[in-house]
């Protein structure tokens, strides 16, 4: 009898520490993907402005007169478009990472949600 209450004891300690580390693992994840969020948002804002210098520059105003005696509009514009084209990427980037990460395995595993539902399930048992 007492064996068998060790034995039981043993296995819910087993599940609760899994559970924990499942538990664990899934609030980084969640960590992680809201920091890329956050991460595609300023990406998308400061594309947003080197598009609009480029924009600026390709127009005749002051700024295209002023850029044209300091240094060649054409220096200028593509230095503009290499940093817009260069924000496009790392946003890109950022897009595809946090796709990655929220594809499941195609391992055939659970995902983390379903194991911490049924671990929840058998330590109820």
Do not use: W
């Not at 595993?109 to 671990?119: A, D, G, K, M, P």
């Amino acid at each position: 009898m007492a064996d068998e209450l060790y034995e039981r004891l043993l296995a819910a300690k087993g599940r609760k520490y899994r559970l924990e580390k499942a538990e664990s693992r899934r609030a980084a994840l969640l960590k992680r993907k809201r920091e890329q969020e956050r991460q595609i948002v300023e990406l998308e804002v400061r594309l947003e402005a080197e598009q609009a210098d480029v924009e600026q520059l390709t127009r005749m105003s002051l700024t295209h007169l002023f850029y044209t005696i300091l240094r060649s509009k054409n220096e200028q514009l593509e230095t503009e478009r290499q940093q817009a084209l260069a924000a496009a990427l790392r946003l890109q980037e950022a897009k595809q990472a946090l796709s990655r990460a929220r594809r499941p395995k195609s391992s055939g595993s659970e995902t983390s949600s379903q194991v911490c539902l049924t671990r929840r399930a058998n330590m109820n048992d």
